[in-house]
């Protein structure tokens, strides 16, 4: 027996904006006649409730039910939300910005003996390894954005 809709509910349809779609199953270890159904219920409204507590706009919510196992019944949960509204591309360069900071104040720290045969040995060694900090981060973002656009 496959998964059949149980419920279905489509809210804020107005909204525009970038939106998330999240799937998950679980699994509920009682037969229906003992509350499945309610205990399923339960922990999806708790979730929802979650999601607004997190400033995210429940947009579409559909529930699945599998009830093939003897003793047990599966459900799939679909919920498509807006967006979270941290920016992280801001997050992730604030990191990288403060990491590239520590990384040449202790490189500098540690080339310290050169300044004195080369007085602008630790501002080219400062300079360049904040562009190899900024160049890995580059690349790391382009990644990540690259990895976003496929999965959707």
Same mark, same amino acid.
């Given at each position: 027996?496959?998964?059949?809709?149980?419920?279905?509910?489509?809210?804020?349809?107005?909204?525009?904006?970038?939106?998330?779609?999240?799937?998950?199953?679980?699994?509920?270890?009682?037969?229906?006649?003992?509350?499945?159904?309610?205990?399923?219920?339960?922990?999806?409204?708790?979730?929802?409730?979650?999601?607004?507590?997190?400033?995210?706009?429940?947009?579409?919510?559909?529930?699945?039910?599998?009830?093939?196992?003897? =003793?047990? @019944?599966?459900?799939? +949960?679909?919920? /498509?939300?807006?967006? !979270? #509204?941290?920016?992280?591309? %801001? &997050?992730?360069? *604030?990191?990288?910005?403060?990491?590239?900071?520590?990384?040449? =104040?202790? @490189?500098?720290?540690? +080339?310290?003996? /050169?300044?004195?045969? !080369? #007085?602008?040995?630790?501002? %080219? &060694?400062?300079? *360049?390894?904040?562009?190899?900090?900024?160049?890995?981060?580059?690349?790391?973002?382009?990644?990540?954005?690259?990895?976003?656009?496929?999965?959707?």
């Amino acid at each position: 027996m496959a998964y059949q809709l149980i419920r279905e509910e489509k809210m804020n349809q107005d909204f525009r904006g970038h939106a998330e779609r999240c799937v998950y199953t679980f699994t509920v270890n009682l037969p229906d006649q003992l509350g499945a159904s309610w205990r399923a219920e339960d922990l999806v409204n708790a979730h929802i409730t979650e999601l607004q507590a997190q400033g995210s706009l429940l947009l579409e919510l559909r529930l699945y039910e599998n009830k093939s196992g003897t =003793f047990t @019944t599966d459900y799939m +949960v679909e919920l /498509i939300a807006s967006a !979270s #509204p941290l920016w992280w591309n %801001a &997050i992730i360069l *604030g990191v990288l910005a403060v990491l590239a900071i520590i990384f040449v =104040f202790f @490189t500098v720290k540690q +080339v310290d003996d /050169i300044v004195q045969y !080369s #007085p602008g040995a630790a501002t %080219a &060694i400062g300079i *360049g390894t904040t562009a190899v900090a900024i160049l890995i981060g580059i690349v790391l973002l382009g990644a990540g954005r690259s990895s976003q656009g496929e999965s959707k």
